[in-house]
């Protein structure tokens, strides 16, 4: 197996909105604002090349959505999802499986595209079966009005109407599920109903890719969570069980919307779980 990441490209957005009800006088101190309160964001996926397979974990928000919808979430950056395959010698054709840790815009925008006379969309991965879970696609495809704008339907229909959708089995019981995949996968539930977190043991570490759980640096401590959960109180709770956890097995973070750091370890301290070390792929793993 070998891990590859992946700059699809970066965004920003809000960052009060970033950190709910934490202060802007101590979450600008890891992740600074803009004139306008923006913070900068990465859209980074993760490659797992596995024998035949060739998973893409999460595909950033892709490119067919009007400049009017881009200006919301100021683009910035040369990175994109093509480019960053090309070097590591890949094609987007050659992509077996698209693993979707949950299907808000900026986590799946990429997996679909327009056709090629732009009066319809079609998968952008066309030798790919696409994975989410029978619980987060209805939560997704019958939105409550809180999320209605982060579930778009052209992201998500289109892999149905293909026949390339499929669903990971959750057994309610285990605490992190199994899958055909190659990897194991914790659900949790506070920011979006059903969010996947793959567990990928890699040279005899153990790589958790973090998403929207912990997307950058700046959220490990506890109190600081998205305002966008829908389910905040049960964020804290599934997020100081993973971090307790995180520190006793030596999980390595990571991170998919920090545009400065792709990899982290975490210590225990009188304050709480905090960063340990952080690193990227080349300087851990060569």
């Not at 059903?194 to 997307?215: C, G, N, R, S, W």
Request: aromatic share 12%; net charge negative.
């Amino acid at each position: 197996m070998t891990l590859y990441p992946v700059e699809t490209g970066n965004f920003k957005l809000d960052g009060g909105a970033m950190f709910g009800v934490v202060p802007k006088s101590l979450w600008s101190k890891t992740n600074p604002a803009d004139a306008n309160n923006m913070i900068d964001l990465a859209a980074r996926s993760l490659l797992v090349e596995d024998g035949n397979r060739l998973i893409l974990i999460d595909t950033g928000l892709g490119n067919k959505q009007s400049d009017k919808f881009f200006s919301y979430y100021y683009l910035w950056g040369g990175h994109n999802l093509d480019s960053s395959l090309r070097k590591l010698g890949f094609h987007r054709d050659d992509i077996t499986d698209v693993f979707l840790t949950h299907l808000h815009f900026d986590h799946c925008g990429g997996s679909i595209q327009w056709n090629n006379d732009r009066t319809g969309y079609e998968p952008a991965f066309k030798n790919a079966t696409f994975w989410t879970n029978k619980a987060h696609w209805e939560w997704a495809t019958f939105p409550n009005a809180r999320e209605k704008a982060s579930f778009l339907k052209e992201n998500l229909l289109p892999m149905e109407e293909s026949g390339q959708l499929r669903f990971v089995e959750h057994n309610q019981t285990d605490y992190l599920s199994n899958s055909e995949l190659g990897f194991g996968i914790l659900f949790v539930n506070g920011h979006t109903d059903k969010q996947m977190l793959p567990h990928i043991v890699y040279k005899e570490k153990t790589i958790v890719f973090a998403a929207d759980l912990i997307p950058t640096v700046g959220h490990i401590p506890l109190p600081y969570v998205m305002g966008y959960d829908t389910r905040p109180l049960l964020t804290l709770k599934e997020k100081a069980t993973f971090l307790e956890e995180a520190v006793e097995k030596e999980y390595i973070l990571f991170f998919e919307h920090d545009p400065h750091h792709q990899l982290c370890t975490l210590k225990a301290t009188e304050r709480g779980v905090r960063l340990d070390e952080e690193f990227t792929f080349n300087e851990i793993f060569d």
